[in-house]
């Protein structure tokens, strides 16, 4: 079992930044890829963000290419979300996902583990 709870939402103005943590306990953090996604009011799951479980790869939406940025820090099993240059379409719930998987997966159907989400709102 992988607990997850994320950390670091709220609310800003359009253009601003905020940094998404996802703390990890319970099995082993290595070899699994970490994910984010966001889901807004009235539609589906999307994902934003993966990072393979030695952080040498990434993969992200088209969305957030050049404004977000995963990482994750092994030591102290959590990941992160750099968000920059926020839009008010970024405004969701995101949450953090966690998959047994050497290679990143951007289908949430493949993820086993999810927190419970940050709230992330953006104003115009």
């Known amino acids: 079992q992988v607990q997850l709870v994320e950390s670091g939402g709220g609310l800003v103005q359009a253009g601003g930044s905020l940094r998404l943590s996802c703390a990890a306990s319970?099995?082993?953090?290595?070899?699994?890829?970490m994910g984010w996604f966001r889901q807004a009011p009235g539609m589906e799951r999307e994902f934003v963000a993966a990072i393979s479980w030695s952080g040498g790869s990434t993969k992200y939406t088209d969305s957030a290419k050049g404004r977000f940025t995963i990482s994750r820090d092994n030591a102290k099993n959590t990941v992160y979300l750099q968000m920059n240059s926020l839009k008010p379409e970024d405004t969701g719930v995101y949450y953090c996902?966690?998959?047994?998987?050497?290679?990143?997966?951007?289908?949430?159907?493949?993820?086993?583990?999810w927190g419970q989400g940050t709230q992330v709102t953006v104003s115009s």
């Open positions: 319970g099995r082993t953090f290595s070899n699994v890829i």
């Open positions: 996902a966690a998959a047994s998987s050497f290679l990143l997966r951007v289908d949430r159907r493949q993820y086993d583990y």
